[in-house]
């Protein structure tokens, strides 16, 4: 498509602040690429100035700027068609959707995929090859079910939700509208529930509920348990990334972010907008506040205020612990000067 096709296809995402290019530069547009990748034909973007000098290196034929006068001329020197806006990464993301849409089953039930009697099917399913629904499931509109997924029962699943090959949905779980379980996820299975005896385990059995409100994203082999009573619950266009294991009877808010290898033990309480990056460790019954962040590789053993940035293990205050970490990587220097002071 040409440049010029592209920004009427935008339509409403060209916000009236946003700038484009004044020239009458319109090239054809063949796909995207990422800025240092970039040949003739891709449209990239630039999301601040961090990465302005690849304006000057990059073969791309149209980019989304930030709005950087300086980086706009840069661009329109070299004679590349420009757009510049607030949020270069989000408008971005919305041209991703002109070029690219995610493989979609037709609809209909694969001949090989098992249905059992007294499941509740709403309208344009798609159920792939393979597929197992137990009975008593309820499956909303519009719903894809890809291949060898598991549908224990006392399922439901809302409107246009996607359940991506390969994940297991257990008993007791109810999935809201327009969310998206990848590949190899569980949904639902026992929590980690054992008490200990004079002889040995006993097994507590897992009977509450796992529910994830609408807009949830689940990433590739994450886990989601169900508790022994009660529930365990996903707020609303909350995401969690691949590897990720929320414990039985956790609470999580809406619009969350989770990263890559985080875990959460039991009982885990997790306010509304809160961010959690990679390999965080949560301890048993903790609560995390509002909006509070957490970098990568913390363990938090005691509650978070809202707002709050942790880091570190255990988590402490980030800006203690970039002092901390700078006085750490003194340790060596400090040490031989110990050992000299006392020799004198």
Wanted: hydrophobic fraction near 40%; proline fraction near 4%.
């Amino acid at each position: 498509m040409q440049f010029s096709e592209l920004i009427i296809k935008l339509g409403s995402a060209v916000k009236a602040s946003s700038v484009v290019t004044q020239s009458q530069l319109d090239p054809i547009l063949t796909g995207l690429a990422p800025i240092d990748a970039a040949t003739a034909g891709a449209i990239s973007y630039i999301e601040g100035d961090k990465f302005a000098s690849f304006v000057s290196s990059t073969a791309a034929s149209a980019l989304i700027l930030p709005m950087n006068e300086s980086i706009q001329t840069q661009a329109s020197d070299r004679q590349i068609a420009w757009i510049a806006a607030d949020e270069p990464r989000l408008l971005f993301a919305q041209v991703i959707k002109l070029f690219y849409q995610p493989f979609q089953l037709p609809t209909g039930i694969h001949p090989s995929a098992i249905v059992e009697s007294g499941v509740e099917l709403g309208t344009d399913v798609s159920i792939g090859a393979h597929v197992v629904v137990q009975a008593g499931v309820k499956i909303g509109n519009g719903v894809t079910i890809h291949p060898n997924v598991v549908l224990y029962p006392d399922v439901q699943i809302g409107d246009r939700t996607i359940l991506h090959a390969n994940c297991t949905i257990h008993e007791r779980v109810r999935i809201g509208a327009n969310c998206v379980i990848h590949s190899g996820a569980t949904i639902g299975a026992e929590g980690f529930g054992f008490v200990p005896t004079a002889t040995g385990w006993f097994k507590m059995e897992q009977a509450g509920y796992t529910v994830l409100e609408d807009g949830v994203e689940i990433g590739c082999n994450s886990t989601v348990d169900r508790p022994a009573v009660g529930e365990t619950r996903i707020g609303k266009d909350t995401k969690l990334d691949n590897l990720v294991h929320v414990g039985h009877g956790c609470q999580i808010g809406s619009n969350c972010a989770i990263a890559a290898q985080v875990g959460l033990a039991g009982g885990v309480k997790v306010g509304n907008g809160v961010l959690l990056a990679g390999q965080v460790g949560v301890a048993n019954q903790v609560t995390i506040g509002d909006r509070a962040i957490a970098s990568s590789k913390t363990g938090i053993h005691r509650n978070v205020e809202p707002g709050e940035i942790v880091s570190g293990y255990p988590a402490v205050s980030h800006k203690l612990w970039l002092k901390t970490a700078a006085i750490v990587n003194r340790l060596p220097e400090m040490y031989q000067f110990f050992k000299q002071s006392q020799r004198h």
